[in-house]
């Protein structure tokens, strides 16, 4: 069993929708449990430069609705030299914590595994990412919200991609990972979706997009036509490619990257309850004397997944949406 008196928590990497309502699940929960919680600042920078504060319930009314995260996050370089590890495992000694709870995504948690060769306290992850790209959990905290933010953008490109009868490229976040490209893309109706999983794009085989778009021209005549696509999918992005599909077709391709627009915004329900779900049971395995797991959630169950295999890009984009919009995808 853990005998937890006093517990961390911080959020790192990229925000998500949700990482407030994280925050407040754990320290209710903790609270209720009578163990003491501090929230590190700025990630794992905060930890290093011991930037913290003392939660009580009174910081967390009111943020379940919040997107960010009153943690502030941030990338932290120094976590990746020799020492930075070995400094971070020395603070949370000499602060008497005797857990800690990072929120985040599969960077923060290689970060987490590197503390735990020189930590003596238990260290568990809870995904939160627009990207859902972490193993061992459906859906990571921010991606429901993510799809609809993507999906109001979408939806009002395609009135004036209708408009002009004109061809729209809209590049959606997801580092290495389709996920969020699938989704959205399925749900906006998109024409086409490129995403890393569905093969390597380049200048020399890019007519696997241009023919689709032609045989559309065929059928339709003129028309707005929507490509979604995920970024780093085509070298020099997305504004690149529609250069590249513009002299290729003789028609005018405009291209929109959403950015971060994609990362902020209140959290929809799907999100809260998730984000509410992994905290408190994150707190609740702790004290079952959990260590180095991801709190994740399958099939509507909470389960363990270990720390040093959320990383492992095993989790696979729906092959049946896959297989349906590539069957649809090229008419």
Same mark, same amino acid.
């Given at each position: 069993?853990?005998?937890?008196?006093?517990?961390?928590?911080?959020?790192?990497?990229?925000?998500?929708?949700?990482? #407030?309502?994280?925050?407040?699940?754990?320290?209710?929960?903790? #609270?209720?449990?009578?163990?003491?919680?501090?929230?590190?600042?700025?990630?794992?920078?905060?930890?290093?430069?011991?930037?913290?504060?003392?939660?009580?319930?009174?910081?967390?009314?009111?943020?379940?609705?919040?997107?960010?995260?009153?943690l502030?996050?941030?990338?932290?370089?120094?976590?990746?030299?020799?020492?930075g590890?070995?400094?971070?495992?020395?603070?949370?000694?000499?602060?008497?914590?005797?857990?800690?709870?990072?929120?985040?995504g599969?960077?923060?948690?290689?970060?987490?595994?590197?503390?735990?060769?020189?930590?003596?306290g238990?260290?568990?992850?809870?995904?939160?990412?627009i990207?859902?790209?972490?193993?061992?959990?459906?859906?990571?905290?921010?991606?429901?919200?993510?799809?609809?933010?993507?999906?109001?953008?979408?939806?009002?490109?395609?009135?004036?991609a209708?408009?002009?009868?004109?061809?729209?490229?809209?590049?959606?976040?997801?580092?290495?990972?389709?996920?969020?490209?699938?989704?959205?893309?399925?749900?906006?109706?998109?024409e086409?979706?490129?995403?890393?999983?569905?093969?390597?794009?380049d200048?020399? #085989?890019l007519?696997?997009?241009?023919?689709?778009?032609?045989?559309?021209?065929?059928?339709?005549?003129?028309?707005?036509?929507?490509?979604?696509?995920?970024?780093?999918?085509?070298?020099?992005?997305?504004t690149?490619?529609?250069?590249?599909?513009?002299?290729a077709?003789?028609?005018?391709?405009?291209?929109?990257?959403?950015?971060h627009?994609?990362?902020?915004?209140?959290?929809?329900?799907?999100?809260?309850?998730?984000?509410?779900?992994?905290?408190?049971?994150?707190?609740?395995?702790?004290l079952?004397?959990? #260590?180095?797991?991801?709190?994740?959630?399958?099939?509507?169950?909470?389960?363990?997944?270990?720390?040093?295999?959320?990383?492992e890009?095993?989790?696979?984009?729906?092959?049946?949406?896959?297989?349906?919009?590539?069957q649809?995808?090229?008419?």
């Amino acid at each position: 069993m853990g005998n937890i008196k006093r517990l961390a928590v911080l959020t790192s990497g990229g925000d998500a929708p949700g990482m #407030n309502a994280c925050i407040r699940a754990v320290l209710l929960t903790a #609270n209720a449990c009578n163990i003491d919680v501090i929230g590190f600042k700025h990630g794992f920078n905060g930890l290093l430069e011991q930037e913290f504060q003392t939660l009580h319930p009174h910081h967390v009314d009111n943020i379940i609705q919040r997107g960010g995260t009153i943690l502030k996050s941030a990338r932290c370089p120094a976590m990746e030299q020799p020492d930075g590890p070995v400094k971070a495992a020395a603070i949370l000694d000499q602060l008497n914590i005797d857990a800690l709870i990072v929120i985040g995504g599969d960077g923060s948690f290689r970060g987490t595994m590197a503390i735990s060769k020189h930590y003596r306290g238990q260290l568990i992850g809870v995904p939160g990412t627009i990207d859902n790209d972490v193993d061992g959990t459906d859906t990571t905290i921010g991606f429901a919200t993510a799809i609809d933010t993507a999906l109001d953008a979408i939806d009002k490109i395609r009135d004036t991609a209708d408009a002009f009868e004109r061809i729209f490229l809209v590049e959606l976040m997801g580092r290495h990972s389709g996920y969020l490209s699938l989704a959205a893309g399925i749900a906006g109706g998109a024409e086409q979706i490129i995403c890393p999983e569905f093969g390597k794009l380049d200048a020399d #085989n890019l007519n696997t997009i241009i023919t689709p778009i032609k045989h559309a021209q065929l059928l339709k005549g003129k028309t707005s036509y929507l490509i979604v696509v995920a970024e780093h999918s085509y070298p020099g992005g997305v504004t690149a490619l529609a250069e590249a599909l513009t002299m290729a077709i003789g028609i005018e391709c405009r291209a929109c990257i959403l950015g971060h627009i994609q990362r902020g915004g209140s959290p929809v329900g799907a999100d809260r309850i998730l984000a509410t779900k992994l905290g408190a049971f994150a707190v609740e395995q702790l004290l079952q004397g959990a #260590n180095l797991v991801m709190a994740g959630e399958v099939d509507g169950e909470a389960r363990l997944y270990p720390l040093a295999k959320t990383g492992e890009r095993a989790k696979a984009i729906d092959p049946f949406l896959v297989r349906w919009q590539q069957q649809i995808g090229s008419f």
